[in-house]
């Protein structure tokens, strides 16, 4: 985290939609060194890991003055081709400068996207994702989940877990390839109404399946928030 936090304060950043491409590459590569990893290769402000057939890269996407001189949110892209397919994510952050909310968007992505694709492609022992086995269609696999991203206020006591296994029985019926599969929930309650609710694999979501989410028993609270869980099913 020391050197991710060096690079922020030193790195001369261009803060606006097209650029940034150097400064992410730089952190994912101080991210990957920092979990000791070296099986990759910088070009063209691509990181291209060596014995994988994987690339990622990404830049900024939209900036947002949320209040004057004060608040700032940033979207950042971010792109992991694994070969012919590929996963677009599309990941924001707030801050008090441009930068600092590059930078929150960043550790955005590798809390909540990142850390499962790393734990199923390097690390399956990696201890920031919770791994657990499921049955997906006739077929065991290894499943990655990441923390809960958590933007605004959650009641400390919350139901979360229902909401995995949830998305756990509605992937047991779904018939997938024996490749690396990922999956994405989105959630917002505003004013104490829930809002957006997409679940998506493979960057494909379904309307029956997030209808019946939105019906489920979400933490109660007056205030605004913004969940994210991101998971990866394992390739056999």
């Known amino acids: 985290m ?31 060194e920092n ?3 070296n099986d990759f290769e910088v070009k063209d402000n691509k990181i291209h890991f060596t014995k994988k057939d994987i690339v990622l890269d990404g830049e900024i996407y939209g ?26 994510e ?19 992505f590798c809390m909540t996207t990142l850390h ?3 734990a199923e492609l390097f690390n399956h022992d990696d201890t920031h994702v919770k791994r657990k ?25 919350n139901n979360l877990e ?3 296994e949830v998305i756990r029985k509605k992937l047991s019926q779904m018939e997938l390839s024996d490749d690396i599969h990922w999956v994405k929930l989105v959630a917002s309650n505003i004013e104490g109404k829930m809002g957006m609710v ?3 694999v493979d960057g494909y979501g379904f309307d029956e399946i997030n209808e019946e989410l939105k019906k489920l028993d979400w933490p109660k609270t007056e205030t605004f928030y913004l969940l994210k869980l991101f998971l990866v099913v394992g390739k056999i």
């Open 2 to 32: 020391k050197k991710l936090l060096i690079l922020f304060l030193f790195f001369p950043i261009a803060v606006s939609a097209g650029q940034g491409a150097d400064y992410v590459s730089s952190y994912l590569k101080i991210w990957l």
């Open 35 to 37: 979990h000791e990893f």
């Open 63 to 88: 900036v947002n003055e949320l209040e004057k001189n004060e608040r700032y949110s940033i979207e950042t892209r971010l792109t992991a081709n694994f070969g012919e397919r590929k996963l677009d």
């Open 90 to 108: 599309f990941v924001v952050g707030v801050g008090k400068s441009p930068e600092a909310a590059f930078f929150d968007s960043l550790e955005n």
């Open 116 to 118: 499962p694709i790393y």
């Open 133 to 157: 086995k499921w049955k997906i269609g006739n077929r065991e696999r290894n499943i990655f989940i990441s923390e809960w991203g958590i933007r605004g206020e959650l009641p400390e006591k």
């Open 162 to 164: 229902e909401v995995e």
């Open 198 to 200: 997409v679940l998506a």
